[in-house]
């Protein structure tokens, strides 16, 4: 089992920045893939951007590339989103996701799949008021 605890949600405006935080425990750090997902209300959850297990490997989402940025601390079995120039369409509820056998997930389509993820977090919110 992994549990995942995200944070740092909250409310900005046009332009502003966030950090969330996705705290993790129940399985080795290393051995884990890492994803953030987001559900805005009335869609489905779709996919942010993830990091490989090794830390080496990161991946996004067309519309927040050179935006958000993806990072985990081993030493602390944390991942992190950072979150800059957002705009009010990132508005959405966003998830924290691991993918428990991580050496066996390689590649975009592998990482942006939903399916591969084992395990969640219950969300944070995030809401860009223009």
């Known amino acids: 089992q992994v549990q995942l605890v995200e944070s740092g949600g909250g409310a900005v405006q046009t332009g502003g920045s966030l950090r969330l935080s996705c705290a993790t425990s129940?399985?080795?750090?290393?051995?884990?893939?890492l994803g953030w997902f987001r559900q805005a209300p009335g869609k489905g959850r779709g996919f942010v951007g993830a990091?490989?297990?090794?830390?080496?490997?990161?991946y996004y989402q067309d519309s927040v590339k050179g935006r958000f940025t993806i990072s985990r601390d081993n030493a602390k079995n944390t991942v992190y989103l950072q979150m800059n120039s957002l705009k009010p369409e990132d508005t959405a509820v966003y998830y924290c996701?691991?993918?428990?056998?991580?050496?066996?997930?390689?590649?975009?389509?592998?990482?942006?799949?939903?399916?591969?993820?084992?395990?969640w977090g219950q969300g944070t919110q995030v809401t860009v008021s223009s």
């Open positions: 996701a691991a993918v428990s056998k991580g050496e066996y997930c390689s590649g975009y389509a592998c990482y942006s799949n939903a399916l591969q993820y084992d395990y």
């Open positions: 129940g399985r080795t750090f290393s051995m884990l893939g």
């Open positions: 990091v490989s297990r090794t830390g080496l490997n990161t």
